[in-house]
């Protein structure tokens, strides 16, 4: 990938957070485009890097961790953007840039190979799979963030501690619905990733498939449990954070697991 491309990204995406967090500090905070500006520039200069390193290695470009870890941030964004604005969450992105901001990050400065992997995905579904997989991880990090955002309202509103974050906010409700959907889409999506999987019919590492079947597992229950009244959106709201930070530790392991030696 062309690193000037990348750190262009980076650059937009601390520029969008920087801003928000300086009108909010200055106490004039309203819902305008330049966060949306900033994501929507990060998210172009994204596409054209994988883009590049489609064509440069010849499949879709993730097939190595720093591929991985710049796909998810691509995966993010696109689901900000397509969930954000329309659901008036545009606040999302003062939570969304930071996250995003990690991942490039780390897969910039970590001491992980930026070379273009030798190893491709040629099966179709092999490529669904891990390409629907990651983008599920996309919804599910959007899920924390929302999560996050209605974890911070609900402390304020229990303290009954007012200010400029809580009052552009959207109301608490909402946070949850929104939670609540796209913990659904990034587990509809995660299973059809791994129906594709089934049908490719390729072999898979154990430690790998259980590793990744767990975190459907979980996902699932915490599902189902908010369906059936059993969690509570506070309780889901929890977990859907500290479930995504687990997801991000693992993500490695996976990686490494899924490219031959």
Same mark, same amino acid.
């Given at each position: 990938?062309?690193?000037?491309?990348?750190?262009?990204?980076?650059?937009?995406?601390?520029?969008?957070?920087?801003?928000?967090?300086?009108?909010?500090?200055?106490?004039?905070?309203?819902?305008?485009?330049?966060?949306?500006?900033?994501?929507?520039?990060?998210?172009?200069?994204?596409?054209?890097?994988?883009?590049?390193?489609?064509?440069?290695?010849?499949?879709?470009?993730?097939?190595?961790?720093?591929?991985?870890?710049?796909?998810?941030?691509?995966?993010?964004?696109?689901?900000? $953007? %397509?969930?954000?604005? &329309?659901?008036?969450?545009? *606040?999302?992105? /003062?939570?969304?840039?930071? @996250?995003? !901001?990690?991942?490039?990050?780390?897969?910039?400065?970590?001491?992980?190979?930026?070379?273009?992997?030798?190893?491709?995905?040629?099966?179709?579904?092999?490529?669904?799979?891990?390409?629907?997989?990651?983008?599920?991880?996309?919804?599910?990090?959007?899920?924390?963030?929302?999560?996050?955002?209605?974890?911070?309202?609900?402390?304020?509103?229990?303290?009954?501690?007012?200010?400029? $974050? %809580?009052?552009?906010? &959207?109301?608490?409700?909402? *946070?949850?619905? /929104?939670?609540?959907?796209? @913990?659904? !889409?990034?587990?509809?999506?995660?299973?059809?990733?791994?129906?594709?999987?089934?049908?490719?019919?390729?072999?898979?590492?154990?430690?790998?498939?259980?590793?990744?079947?767990?975190?459907?597992?979980?996902?699932?229950?915490?599902?189902?449990?908010?369906?059936?009244?059993?969690?509570?959106?506070?309780?889901?709201?929890?977990?859907?954070?500290?479930?995504?930070?687990?997801?991000?530790?693992?993500?490695?392991?996976?990686?490494?697991?899924?490219?031959?030696?």
């Amino acid at each position: 990938m062309d690193s000037n491309l990348l750190i262009g990204a980076t650059f937009c995406f601390l520029l969008g957070f920087g801003y928000t967090l300086l009108v909010l500090r200055s106490g004039r905070f309203r819902q305008g485009s330049a966060n949306l500006i900033a994501m929507i520039g990060g998210f172009l200069l994204l596409s054209i890097s994988l883009s590049q390193r489609g064509h440069l290695e010849g499949s879709c470009p993730i097939n190595s961790l720093f591929d991985v870890l710049v796909f998810m941030s691509w995966a993010i964004v696109l689901l900000y $953007l %397509l969930v954000g604005p &329309p659901y008036h969450l545009s *606040l999302m992105g /003062a939570f969304t840039a930071p @996250l995003v !901001l990690l991942i490039l990050g780390v897969a910039q400065l970590a001491p992980i190979s930026r070379a273009a992997s030798a190893y491709r995905h040629r099966d179709p579904w092999i490529e669904a799979h891990a390409s629907l997989s990651l983008i599920a991880y996309g919804a599910f990090a959007l899920a924390g963030i929302a999560g996050l955002m209605y974890l911070v309202q609900n402390r304020q509103l229990k303290r009954r501690k007012g200010g400029l $974050l %809580l009052f552009n906010l &959207p109301p608490i409700t909402e *946070l949850g619905i /929104a939670n609540a959907r796209l @913990l659904w !889409l990034g587990f509809g999506l995660l299973t059809i990733g791994f129906a594709a999987g089934f049908i490719s019919g390729m072999p898979v590492n154990t430690l790998k498939f259980w590793t990744s079947a767990a975190i459907w597992g979980i996902y699932g229950a915490i599902l189902v449990l908010r369906r059936i009244h059993s969690l509570s959106p506070r309780r889901t709201a929890a977990l859907s954070v500290v479930v995504f930070a687990l997801l991000l530790c693992t993500l490695p392991i996976i990686q490494s697991l899924s490219t031959p030696k």
